[in-house]
């Protein structure tokens, strides 16, 4: 299958998987998965031929750009501590694990290679567990966590793999002192090459005025970041990261509402394309890999399912411990002041350690850094079984059973429309109370301010149901003269409000953008 095939065989599945995904309460990238496992199985169908090496350069950076616009600054900054625990701490201990178990099972393979398959299969991807996660209303602390792990956590993972791969090569062993200035010059080189890509981007992106020249820019964006980091040695998942974030921050600055809104329906369906095609090529290369295996097919099934059987253990226990830590460490100092504390650690119970824990599914990550392994490797066949298995082992099981574990452990129930209609009524409360000090100083008269309440409610309306009747608003006032100035003057505080609050770890991102959405949407019609 070339290219081409792929495409139209994602965006087959994505009309097929998507609704049926929704309807039934399943993470649409197990089903994506499923629809490649069974193509892969069927009957003449062709194989699929692709060049492993450009699997994570053509699909990580868009995936990687699109998670950033998601995710906000505060949300890292106020859980950085549990998020480098997991994304460089745990990634670190399951794949020495994981390298221990197959030096065990497959003597033939040296240390090297086994800590490379290892560094492979330790990152979980953040895009099925966040499907599902937001799905089921966990606490949007946790999901920050989730996916803040899935966005550091390939840095690591992939440098601890090019390291071990390179030392494979040399015949030597691998140099821990090497892993570690690799991994201090990579995190500091892509942090400062992303820096320097949303700079220079949005220098170049202020004077343009054409949507589609803007959006053309921002495509090139993402590959930028990550080749310029990857040429200098320093991580591209972090230059892509850091120049997502940072563009991110300063959009309301350089973009006008139209090209906002053209920029986040491109992202939004190439978000969702892109993971189309990642976890159909998942599902898809099973077909290969079954035919390597042969006769032994049984006894490398048997480490596989070891192996992915260790990282499950490996990530719960760690978990586990941490939220029992955290508990007891919280208990000690509850009776010390709490002003300042914004976030609580996650996790901070055990229950919370179970679910974060489970939702450690791999993704395309983990094939393409496997497929990436020398053809010269030894038992490369059951290597490759090994990370198709603790793919579809971490996704599937789990993807269709987090929704009962966290219902189970009473962590669910978090109403995003409650979220929606909290940032909607602090935004047209502020647009209210703007609306009063322009009529209190002569700009607004009492026509105006009348239809600008009628406006208010009917944004709160169209917004979240009910959310113009919610008591905080009771005693705002709301007025207009010049429409159109004024207009632009509500809507912009409104939108100072809007972002003022998505710098918040409290708030919800997600409701936060569903409201300036909607506002980008009103400026254009005033």
Not at 105 to 125: E, K, N, R, S
Not at 146 to 154: A, F, K, S
Not at 323 to 342: H, I, Q, V, Y
Request: proline share 6%; glycine share 10%.
């Amino acid at each position: 299958m070339d290219p081409a095939g792929l495409l139209f065989l994602a965006v087959a599945a994505l009309v097929f998987a998507v609704p049926l995904a929704n309807r039934i309460g399943v993470p649409y990238p197990v089903l994506l998965t499923v629809v490649g496992i069974l193509a892969a199985l069927a009957p003449g169908f062709p194989e699929i031929t692709l060049n492993p090496d450009l699997i994570l350069p053509v699909l990580l950076p868009p995936l990687l750009y699109a998670a950033a616009q998601r995710t906000s600054w505060a949300q890292l900054r106020a859980q950085w501590r549990s998020i480098l625990v997991l994304a460089v701490a745990l990634v670190v201990v399951s794949a020495l694990a994981v390298g221990a178990l197959l030096t065990a099972l497959l003597p033939q393979v040296p240390w090297a290679i086994a800590f490379a398959v290892g560094a492979a299969t330790a990152p979980p991807d953040p895009v099925a567990a966040t499907a599902v996660a937001r799905q089921i209303g966990l606490p949007h602390r946790i999901v920050a966590v989730i996916e803040g792990e899935g966005l550091v956590n390939d840095a690591t993972a992939l440098t601890l793999y090019n390291v071990a791969l390179t030392a494979a090569a040399a015949g030597g062993a691998i140099s821990w002192y090497g892993i570690a200035g690799r991994f201090v010059f990579g995190g500091v080189g892509g942090v400062a090459v992303g820096l320097l890509v949303a700079w220079l981007a949005a220098k170049v992106l202020a004077p343009l005025t054409d949507p589609m020249l803007q959006g053309a820019f921002t495509v090139a964006l993402p590959y930028a970041a990550y080749l310029a980091a990857t040429a200098l040695g320093a991580s591209g998942v972090l230059a892509v990261l850091v120049a997502g974030l940072g563009l991110r921050r300063v959009s309301y600055r350089i973009f006008d509402p139209e090209s906002r809104l053209a920029g986040r329906a491109f992202w939004e369906t190439a978000d969702l394309l892109l993971t189309a095609v990642a976890f159909i090529i998942v599902g898809l290369e099973l077909r290969p890999i079954l035919r390597g295996a042969g006769h032994d097919l049984g006894r490398q099934l048997g480490i596989a399912a070891a192996v992915c059987g260790v990282l499950v253990a490996v990530r719960m226990a760690w978990l586990i411990v941490a939220g029992l830590l955290a508990r007891r460490l919280r208990g000690r100092t509850s009776a010390a002041p709490a002003a300042g504390r914004r976030s609580a650690p996650v996790p901070a119970t055990w229950r919370e350690g179970v679910v974060v824990g489970w939702a450690g599914m791999r993704g395309v990550v983990t094939v393409a850094a496997a497929l990436g392994l020398p053809s010269n490797t030894p038992a490369r066949g059951a290597l490759l079984l090994v990370a198709f298995v603790t793919v579809a082992g971490t996704l599937i099981l789990p993807g269709l059973t987090l929704a009962p574990v966290v219902r189970r452990l009473g962590l669910g129930g978090t109403d995003h429309d409650a979220g929606v209609r909290d940032v909607a009524v602090r935004v047209m409360g502020a647009v209210l109370i703007r609306v009063d000090e322009l009529y209190s100083d002569g700009v607004l008269d009492e026509a105006g301010a009348r239809r600008w309440r009628n406006r208010c409610t009917g944004m709160l309306v169209a917004l979240s149901p009910g959310a113009e009747n919610d008591p905080r608003l009771a005693d705002v006032h709301a007025a207009q003269r010049d429409r159109l100035a004024v207009n632009t003057e509500l809507l912009g505080a409104a939108q100072q409000e809007a972002l003022r609050l998505r710098r918040d770890d409290r708030i919800d991102p997600a409701a936060v953008d569903q409201v300036l959405r909607d506002l980008d949407r009103r400026l254009l019609q005033a």
